[in-house]
């Protein structure tokens, strides 16, 4: 494939599966040196991508969509939390090659994968999707928002009526619902084209999963022209969080928050329920000395829209 006038191919190399760092390193080992001109173009590919899905069981038995226990609640979370070290240690070899990092990272396939629903077609893969589902997809969004400077593009699998899809549609009533994780990237939507900030958390709790600890709480925020959104996600099943942000360099003129929860862990929207499980206002967010207090409900997503100057 080659390049047509002002239409400038993309290549993108068939990556890693999951932790397979060796690949990852034999890619890298395949471009032209990519150290010795910091201006020349990346070859003979531009990117290389990744895939890791979130699941609570095992590849024969992934768990169900609904119905799951607590325990399946934290271990699917601690899972979706790897992602960021896979990001990591990916992106460590990949430095190795690419100190200037010319050449993206592209998460090619990443998002839950539940057992099907019973009554329909296996090879269709169609799946519910409920809050924790949007949570999932909140904790990959601030991760990949961590790593911008390599993470170059994320794709979602799927987007309409298979794995985590935004929408569901329903044969029988025509109906077009919204999911949970739909809400989670249309609320994120004030980090497009953005430039994303450091964020620092202190004084996060944990809760130990399979012998490693989860943060309860994720967070990440970016800032363009007179505006910043912070986006903050709590994990916890039970307990609700405070937040301070600290917010330094600018004054803030302005907030609007919304929040993304139900009562329930497995709430997911349907054609009878069409907004279960959907962004609300959020009153919680108070003045601070350093900022702004926010709270978090458990099980909760909440993005704060700031106006700057």
Known sequence: SRNHGGNILYRIAAGADSGDLHWTEA??????????????????????????????????????????STDEWYT????????????????????RYDPHRKVGLVV????TWWNVEKGTNPGFLYQQNTLRDALVASTHLDAFHRHAERVVMANIAQTVNVLQAMILTDPDTGALVLTPTYHVFAM??????AAALAVHLRGVQTRVVDGTELPL???????????????????????DRTVVLDLRGRDVVGHDARVLTASALD?????????????RPHVGVRPHARGLEVDVPAHSYVTVSLGLR
């Open 27 to 68: 890619l890298m080992r395949s471009f032209d040196d990519l150290a010795a001109d910091p201006a020349a173009p990346a070859g003979p590919f531009q990117a290389v991508s990744l895939h890791y899905y979130t699941m609570s069981g095992s590849w024969g038995d992934k768990g169900d969509a609904t119905g799951f």
């Open 76 to 95: 699917t979370m601690a899972r979706a939390h790897r992602m960021e070290e896979l990001l990591t240690r990916h992106s460590t070899v990949m430095d």
């Open 108 to 111: 090619d396939e990443w998002g």
């Open 188 to 193: 994120n939507a004030g980090h497009h084209d």
């Open 217 to 239: 709480v994720s967070a990440s925020a970016s800032v363009k022209d007179d505006a910043a959104l912070v986006s903050l996600s709590n994990l916890d099943t039970e307990n």
């Open 267 to 279: 709430a997911h929207n349907t054609p009878q329920q069409r907004d279960a499980v959907a962004p």
